[in-house]
């Protein structure tokens, strides 16, 4: 809309320079330096591309745990996406005037591929982070273009990284700050943001979806009371998602945020598989099955075959069962 009008404001002078060109080639007249746009004019044309700018900017990512689009930044050799910072539903318009305000829970438009969900290029299955019931994390977001607003944090105890997730079981757990609220405030700046949240009691599950919402705050809309205020009505929403495992206490505790491999239910893995034309056997080392004796060698062959093959956890001929690039 903004381009639409800087263009409009600039075609009547355009239009004034190609006829006052034309008649003086139609006098023979020797063409004199014409007018440019009037000061007033190109500064207005300036500020309305600059309106813009925040619709092509960078905006955020979950960055603690690390979200599916984004654990390639933080040593995990999944598929990149260079875009993960732009998980918005597809942008407000399409978000609220095509699609009702719906959006998919990790980011991805409501109508398009779901490519951050079950069965999506983003969704690999690995487990990102292993937590303890009941334990307070803590949580990182990378803000790379402020839009105000606030961040809020669902969990749902999925276990089974081939199903999609649903919005009706991220809300039945809403994460809380220690504080007992909700909601993070954004503080109107691009930077990292860490956040302490409180994992629920009771709650353990060998592959939770962490959600990240972030709910923008620069616009202006109508409030209940039908009065405008900036940050009210409809805004610009931004998502990402994670893979965790959470631990019953009695387990042993793991200090928030560390990596410890884990294979969730319903990943399918054979010992053997053939690779170039052979038969590789990819099995955990000595230390990992001490950890995880029951699914130590199927955690191998699943992650290893999506390039997170960490030599401290899995033997050396698992490393050639890598499909992901």
């Not at 330096?33 to 009037?38: A, F, M």
């Not at 079950?118 to 937590?131: F, K, P």
């Not at 997730?165 to 405030?185: E, I, K, N």
Request: charged share 15%; aromatic share 10%.
């Amino acid at each position: 809309m903004a381009l639409f009008m800087a263009f409009n404001l600039a075609v009547p002078f355009l239009r004034q320079k190609s006829s006052q060109s034309k008649h003086n080639k139609n006098n023979n007249i020797t063409d004199i330096p014409q007018k440019v746009l009037p000061t007033s004019v190109l500064k207005m044309i300036c500020l309305l591309f600059l309106a813009l700018v925040p619709a092509v900017l960078g905006h955020g990512y979950l960055q603690e745990p690390p979200s599916r689009s984004s654990m390639w930044r933080f040593g995990f050799n999944t598929p990149h996406n260079y875009n993960d910072n732009q998980l918005f539903c597809g942008g407000f318009d399409r978000q609220w005037n095509k699609n009702g305000g719906k959006c998919g829970i990790c980011g991805d438009p409501w109508d398009g591929v779901r490519e951050n969900e079950a069965g999506g290029r983003y969704a690999t299955g690995i487990i990102s982070r292993r937590y303890t019931e009941g334990q307070i994390i803590d949580v990182k977001v990378k803000i790379t273009a402020s839009h105000m607003g606030y961040f809020e944090f669902r969990l749902c105890p999925n276990n089974n990284v081939h199903k999609p997730a649903t919005q009706a079981c991220l809300d039945q757990y809403v994460l809380h700050q220690p504080s007992g609220s909700v909601r993070f405030l954004e503080q109107g700046r691009p930077q990292t943001y860490s956040i302490k949240v409180k994992l629920p009691k009771g709650l353990t599950c060998t592959q939770c979806v962490l959600q990240w919402k972030y709910n923008a705050g620069n616009s202006f809309g109508t409030d209940p009371n039908g009065q405008v205020c900036k940050g009210c009505g409809p805004q610009e929403q931004f998502y990402g998602c994670a893979d965790i495992a959470i631990n019953p206490a009695t387990s042993g505790a793991h200090q928030a945020g560390s990596y410890h491999p884990y294979v969730p239910q319903g990943v399918v893995a054979r010992p053997q598989l053939p690779v170039g034309g052979s038969s590789v056997t990819c099995t955990a080392t000595t230390a990992f099955r001490r950890i995880s004796p029951w699914s130590a060698d199927s955690w191998c062959v699943s992650n290893c075959r999506m390039g997170n093959c960490p030599p401290m956890y899995c033997n050396t001929p698992c490393q050639s069962l890598r499909v992901f690039g």
